[in-house]
Each structure stands twice: as structure tokens, then as C-alpha cells.
């Protein structure tokens, strides 16, 4: 089941410059999306989302932007700073429920 | 900030033997799940539980599973007979209202031997 692909297993961003993760899906009933960080033996804990009525949503240093007609959604980060430095999961939501399904994540390494 | 806690943090256990493992969910949340990653795989979805009742559960979620809200604060996952692929990360997580951010535990780590 591979609905929702993280097809960057890693990426290395020098500090104060900007990080871009992607995501694509490729249900077209998703209908939210989420992305979470998470650092090893911890939860993932939550960064941003965003509703399929929009194509952007900014929260600090954090941005997602959603291209639905792509099936693509990506997270920006700027500056990157070396605490930034975990795996991100991009995770979508179907219409008529309220489970996440999450991609394989992203490992994220900011070095200074 | 309210979180999620999950005890116990490290299960060690024989195959075929019940597990249970603990959630506390945030204190006003209403919608509670259980979800897994096996080590270098994705996040995968178990079970979600509502107003004491299961409302969906995936196909991972046999009948050697079953949640339960015994007195108002805990939210239980019990594994009947553990086998060795029910090894993994197992995180509970809650929220507020369906389709709301859901906030997850630290989890639990599992090793069935």
C-alpha cells in the first residue's frame, strides 16, 4: 500500500538555509494533510497541516504548500537550524474517516 | 502542555504471551487510536476507538487484538498471544474531534521473543 511516498529517504541542508521535503499521494480522496517530525524513541509530534481547500499554510519557519492536480505536497523549512535535524513524515486523511496514512519519512540532517 | 503519556516504555515478552501496553490520553480528548511502526517501516494504522466503541481498525487488527477504555482516563491495546512480527514502535495517540490534529504518545516499544 503505497498511497502516500516519501521518495527522499534522506536529506542534508547546511544551517540557515532552506529545507524542502515532498510528499505525493496518490488517492485522490485525501482530503488533509499533516506533517510530523519525529526524533528517534519519541512519538511523532506535529508540525503543520493543511485542508485540500487550500494550497498553502505558513506557521513560523514552517510552510506547506499542496498542488492538488500534482498529487504533491512539500514542506519548507527557513532557516534550517541544526534542532530541525529528525525524520519527517508526511501523513494524508481520506474524506470519510479520521486515520492517518503516513509515507516512509524523510531523515532531515542540518549541519552547521 | 498536556500530552499523551504511555507506560510502560520497553515490553519484553515470550511468544504467545498477553500484552498490554497503557495510554493516557489528553484529558478532554474523545477520539483515541493505536498505530505501529515496525522498525524501518512506515507508521501504520490500527484501530481507532470512539465514545467506547471501535469505530474503524485496519486489517492489521485481528482477533488477537483489543483496545479498551476501562475507567475513563487509560486506553488499553491488548495483544492476546503475541507473536514475533508483533514486534514494533506501538503509539497511542488522541484528539479533540474527528478529523483534528491527532497528538501521539512516546510509545512503547515491544520485542516478542
Known amino acids: 500500500d503505497q498511497q502516500v511516498k516519501q521518495n527522499s529517504p534522506s536529506l542534508s541542508v547546511q544551517e540557515g538555509r532552506i529545507s524542502i521535503l515532498n510528499c505525493d499521494y496518490t488517492?485522490?480522496?485525501?482530503?488533509?494533510f499533516l506533517w510530523y517530525k519525529k526524533y528517534p524513541a519519541e512519538g511523532p509530534t506535529f508540525l503543520i497541516s493543511?485542508?485540500?481547500?487550500?494550497d498553502k499554510n505558513e506557521d513560523g519557519r514552517f510552510t506547506v504548500f499542496l498542488n492538488k492536480s500534482a498529487k504533491h505536497l512539500s514542506l519548507h523549512i527557513v532557516p534550517s537550524q541544526p534542532g530541525d535535524s529528525a525524520v519527517y513524515f508526511c501523513?494524508?486523511?481520506?474524506?470519510?474517516?479520521?486515520?492517518?496514512?503516513f509515507g516512509t519519512g524523510t531523515r532531515l540532517q542540518v549541519f552547521p | 502542555e498536556p500530552e499523551v503519556t504511555q507506560t510502560p516504555s520497553h515490553q519484553v515478552t515470550q511468544m504467545g504471551q498477553e500484552v498490554i501496553l497503557r495510554c493516557v490520553p489528553i484529558?478532554?480528548?474523545?477520539?483515541f487510536y493505536w498505530y505501529r511502526q515496525i522498525l524501518g517501516q512506515k507508521v501504520e494504522f490500527l484501530v481507532s476507538?470512539?465514545?467506547?466503541?471501535?469505530?474503524?481498525k485496519s486489517e492489521i487488527f485481528d482477533d488477537q487484538f483489543s483496545v479498551e477504555r476501562p475507567d475513563g482516563s487509560n486506553f488499553t491495546l491488548k495483544i492476546r498471544s503475541t507473536k514475533l512480527e508483533d514486534s514494533a514502535m506501538y503509539f497511542c495517540?488522541?484528539?479533540?474531534?474527528?478529523?483534528?490534529?491527532?497528538?501521539f504518545g512516546p510509545g512503547t516499544r515491544l520485542l516478542v521473543l
Open positions: 488517492n485522490s480522496m485525501f482530503d488533509y
Open positions: 476507538f470512539y465514545n467506547n466503541e471501535i469505530s474503524e
Open positions: 484529558s478532554n480528548h474523545l477520539y
Open positions: 493543511i485542508s485540500s481547500i487550500k
Open positions: 495517540a488522541s484528539t479533540l474531534s474527528v478529523r483534528e490534529t491527532q497528538y
Open positions: 501523513a494524508a486523511v481520506n474524506y470519510n474517516t479520521d486515520k492517518l496514512i
